[in-house]
């Protein structure tokens, strides 16, 4: 079974700074999606940024990007020009062929203004 | 806005008895999926419906049951509860396959006294 690992329970980082939140998955599938979502205390999922396993591309969005190495299993999140609201739980999350999602346990950011 | 709409928000009900929980999927999703976030057990994936038939199953307590209807809307029915089955469960819904963002809506809070 896959398994995802989120070694940061809480990080903080001062506002307009950077941060790195740390994601480790283990599987056997060379087939993969891999996924950062936000949880605010609003308890709404929100989706930040996917990285496809055959690409060796990191992904980015705004201020947001990944660190995608494969043979580490490894997935990182990088949020530059940290915002308050960029203060929430973030979940790392695995994806393949069998549709449902693996989820780290989570990480608790915390913007320090 | 994901698009998703969960409905009650919120329910508290006592040990034993039954209740059921709504999800509308995002126009044009095929895919909805039921997970569970408590404190002790995190994001578990419950069960995933593709299209009205059963797609994939995760940990799925037996008192627990899924389907969805012809208009893709789907319900999870919780029967026999116990205070352990207290969470937020989330609906998601995605147009299909394991590339695909799965959306989620806001989530319905279960508390069972």
């Known amino acids: 079974a896959q398994t995802v690992t989120q070694s940061q329970p809480e990080m903080s980082v001062q506002e307009a700074e950077t941060v790195t939140l740390s994601c480790t998955y283990d599987?056997?599938?060379?087939?993969?999606?891999l996924f950062w979502y936000k949880q605010p205390p609003s308890r709404q999922m929100i989706l930040v940024i996917r990285?496809?396993?055959?690409?060796?591309q990191n992904a980015t969005e705004n201020r947001f990007s990944v660190n995608f190495q494969k043979a580490a299993k490894s997935f990182s999140l990088k949020i530059s020009d940290s915002q308050l609201g960029d203060a929430a739980m973030y979940f790392c999350a695995y994806n393949n062929a069998g549709n449902m999602l693996t989820f780290g346990g989570g990480t608790r950011l915390m913007v320090k203004p | 806005d994901s698009g998703v709409t969960q409905t009650p928000k919120h329910l508290i009900t006592a040990t034993g008895q039954r209740v059921t929980l709504r999800c509308s999927p995002r126009?044009?999703?095929?895919?909805v999926y039921w997970y569970q976030q408590s404190l002790d057990q995190g994001l578990q994936f419950l069960i995933q419906?593709?299209?009205?038939?059963?797609?994939a199953k995760g940990n799925i307590l037996e008192r627990f049951s899924a389907q969805q209807f012809p208009d893709l809307h789907s319900e999870l029915n919780l029967s026999s509860l116990e205070l352990g089955d207290s969470a937020l469960y989330f609906c998601?819904?995605?147009?299909?396959?394991?590339?695909?963002?799965?959306?989620f809506g806001p989530g319905t809070r279960l508390t069972v006294t």
């Open positions: 419906y593709y299209n009205g038939e059963e797609r």
């Open positions: 599987t056997s599938e060379s087939d993969y999606y």
């Open positions: 126009s044009g999703d095929l895919s």
């Open positions: 998601a819904s995605s147009v299909g396959g394991s590339q695909h963002e799965q959306y």
């Open positions: 990285q496809e396993a055959y690409k060796q």
